[in-house]
Every structure is written in structure tokens, then in C-alpha cells.
């Protein structure tokens, strides 16, 4: 049996992949920072070697954007010490490791979607921990281990902007969404059921790094728009820009991801944006 372990699994995507699970002939260790602290590298040492753990999957980390700029070092201890941890451990263990990053290691100036290779430049302590989180990675150079970079996260799980997008849409008569900050949304359910399907492929001399989100192309405006559409509420949107949104950190006014790296080497479709609203949208209705 090959067995998998999966950090942060109460998270957006962990939570996902806890769901997708059954599907998938592994055995599942799902853990989160109360089962398992990833920052102590005996603790993780003991539960690899007790639980003989083949492929670490990594969606652990500090995703408070705007906090993580006055708490830099839990943020730094999460998303690039921890993974310094993981890092040395799957090359101790010779294991898989499959590391969730961010769009936000790049500074959004670009005017084509950004490539794997292109140069990294965060302009948040967000971005700045997760791209150290990557460099260790990189460092350790794993064999079989991957890097996939993604974008605007939401899921049936957790909070995130479609939920708030629903919640506020049915407070209010008209909301200010920003349009000047383009990208694509990422719907969880969809990298985690990328994530599970690629583990036996991933054959690779060094670590590699993968982008990764829906396909299709708008702004949080149009997303906005979309959900309230989708949803039938009569919230009317408003564009506005991001200054008149001021927030503690900078986020990427640009964050198209090329994504022919990781659909060439895997031989994987990606969803259009549309429909994994669409499913995450009747998830949330079938639950109320």
C-alpha cells in the first residue's frame, strides 16, 4: 500500500483531497498542526517512520496576507521553515513531496502569463515566506518531489472570496469589487483531484515546479459579477480601483499562470473557471 501523508488537511485544499480520497487506491494520513507539527523535525521524523510514509502532500501554510505582514515569523515558520523540514526529511526518506505554492512569489507587472522559469519578485512577507519555502526546496533538489504555484484560491471549505461574495450578496444592495487585479481563480477541488491523479506519474531527476489554475481569464470584479449571476442575487457590482480598496499588503495586479508545463507533462485537462463555480456553487446550495 502506498502510503500518503497530507499536512494542513483542514484547509481548502486538504479538506478537498480528504473528500476525493476514497477514489484513490492509497492510504491516507490526514493531519493537521494538533496531529502533527511540521515545524519540529522529530516530531515529523517519528511519524514518517511509524506510518512508512511514501508521499508527503504539503497544504500547510499561513495564508493571512494582510496579517502575515506584522506576523512575519510565525508566517516565515510556516511557509519556509516548515517546508525546510519536509524538504530534508523526503531526502532523508527518499519520498515524494508535492508542495502547494502561490502566485504571490511574483510581483504582477507582467503583461503574459507568468511561465515556471520566469523571474520571482514577492512584494508581500506572504509572498517573500512562500518563495523561501520554495528556495529550500530547490535547494534539497528532490527527486520526485514538485512545486505547484497557484492562484485565487476558494472552496466548498473554509472561507474565501466566494463565500464572502455570498454572504455580503445577500446583506447588501451593491458592493465595490477591484478590476484592476487579474488572474484566475482556482477552484480546490480541481487541484486537489490534479494532485491525487498525478502522484504515480511524477518521475522527475531534480524538483520541479508546476503552475496551476482553472483556465480562463478576469478580474475580481468579474468573478464577483459571476457569483452573484450564478447565485440569483440582485447585489448590483461596482468596479472599482485598488488604491480605493487600501489594504496592509501589496497584492499582484497581474497573476495569469501558464499552465502547458504541468497539462504537457502529466497529460491532464483543466476546467474552465465557469464550471468549477458552477459545482462549488450547488455544493454550498445542497448544504444549506
Known sequence: MHNVLVTGSNGQVGSELRELSSNYPYKFYFTDKKELDISNLEDIRRYMTQNSIDTIINCAAYTAVDKAESEQELADKINHLAVKNLAMLSNEFSIKLIHISTDYVFDGT??????????????????????????????????????????????????????????????????????????????????????????????NKKTEIYNYSNEGVLSWYDF?????????????????????????????????????????????????????????????????
Request: aromatic share 10%.
Open 224 to 288: 464577483a459579477k459571476e457569483i452573484m449571476k450564478m447565485a440569483k442575487l440582485s447585489c448590483k457590482i461596482n468596479p472599482i480601483e485598488t488604491y480605493q480598496y487600501p489594504t496592509p499588503a501589496k497584492r499582484p495586479h497581474y497573476s495569469l499562470l501558464n499552465k502547458s508545463k504541468i497539462k504537457s507533462t502529466f497529460n491532464i485537462e483543466i476546467p474552465y473557471w465557469k464550471d468549477g463555480l458552477d459545482d462549488c456553487l450547488k455544493r454550498l446550495k445542497e448544504r444549506r
Open 110 to 203: 507582467n503583461f503574459k502569463p507568468y511561465s515556471e522559469d520566469d523571474t520571482t519578485n514577492p512584494q508581500s512577507v506572504y509572498g517573500s515566506t512562500k518563495l523561501d519555502g520554495e528556495k529550500v526546496m530547490m535547494e534539497y533538489n528532490l527527486k520526485n518531489s514538485i512545486i505547484i504555484r497557484t492562484s485565487w484560491v476558494y472552496s466548498y471549505y473554509g472561507a474565501n472570496f466566494v463565500k464572502t461574495m455570498l454572504r455580503l450578496g445577500k446583506e447588501k444592495e451593491s458592493l465595490g469589487v477591484i478590476f484592476d487585479q487579474v488572474g484566475t481563480p482556482t477552484y480546490a477541488k480541481d487541484l486537489a483531484k490534479t494532485v491525487l491523479e498525478i502522484i504515480p506519474k511524477i518521475d
